[in-house]
């Protein structure tokens, strides 16, 4: 693929490149070169308090840059190349730039499984530091048409390789908590430790208002993913001109999946928030999604939305 030698190319200069992975679109850049990071948190607008995921060929690059216990090397060897993410101890001799993990001694890092991704780490030959490819608070991006209208003008080249399959943003992990709901869940994740999908509350209840879920997900701010529009949950119909998104069969009305299958839900989830904001109506409203397996990572970004 030429645009992937292209890619290459201007992130050795020091540029960053939006390329698909299975999750959603990232914004990538050298995580060996503090100009370069602060490149992705200038075109984002991201506050530099918030650190970034690394991404790696593989688990041997990964032990490079962290330390991995038992725990974390067997998530490794069950999940990657895929949606996981590990925020793990980083290490002294990792060579990764301080403004990567905001100053942090942890790092959080995933091996990515998309074939655009893995071509631009090898050709690259670097470590990438790649949130998602969207204007800061805003929605994130599954397909390219959809970086290019967060971030004109902002980057240099989006490499086009159509919808991202997963969705919505990886599951990360910390320890045997997870920070962030995503495509891999709970279930999944830990089996036989008995708290299912609950485990994500070990963080504690849900932040309030105006508060962050501590100080270990600094990024995952209350408001979020946020259309520039009201967004009401739980919605069984559409009220005064409000564009619906459904779940499961609803006759006239878009859907996120027909059949109610989840995971085509998450795969189409960003998309649809979208195209409701590009849309004439007023406000969104959004049916209401079961809170089991990647629903719940569904419900989280829902949540951030509406808020
Ligand atoms: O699927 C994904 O994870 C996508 C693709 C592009 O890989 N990336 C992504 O990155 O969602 P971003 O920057 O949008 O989200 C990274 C999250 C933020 O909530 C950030 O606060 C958290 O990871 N994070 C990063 N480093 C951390 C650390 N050391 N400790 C705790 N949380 C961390
Ligand atoms: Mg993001």
Known sequence: MAAIAEAATLIRAGECVAVPTETVYGLAADATESRAVAGIYAAKGRPSFNPLIVHVPDLAAAERIAEFDERARDLAERFWPGPLTLVLPLRADAGIASLVTAGLDTIAIRVPRHRAMQALLEASGKPLAA?????????????????????????????????????????????????????????????????????????????????????????????????????????????????????????????????????????????????????????????????????????????????
């Open 131 to 307: 949130p998602s490819a969207n204007a800061s608070g805003s929605i994130s991006p599954t397909r390219a048409e959809h970086v290019a209208k967060s971030l004109a003008g902002r980057i240099p080249l989006v490499i086009d390789d159509g919808a991202t399959p997963a969705g919505v943003e990886s599951t990360i992990v910390m320890g045997n908590r997870i920070l962030r709901p995503g495509p891999l869940s709970a279930e999944q994740l830990f089996p036989g430790e008995g708290r299912g999908a609950d485990l994500d509350s070990e963080a504690g209840p849900r932040p309030s208002p105006g508060k962050e879920a501590g100080i270990v997900a600094p990024g995952q701010l209350d408001s979020h993913y946020a259309p520039s529009k009201p967004v009401r949950l739980n919605a069984t119909e559409a009220q005064g001109g409000e564009y619906l998104i459904g779940f499961g069969p609803i006759p006239g009305v878009e859907t996120l999946s027909a059949i109610g299958d989840l995971t085509e839900a998450a795969a189409n989830l960003f998309d649809a928030l979208h195209r409701a904001d590009a849309s004439d109506a007023p406000a969104i409203a959004v049916a209401p999604i079961p809170e089991t397996g990647i629903g719940v990572a569904i419900n989280d970004r829902l949540r951030r939305a509406a808020y």
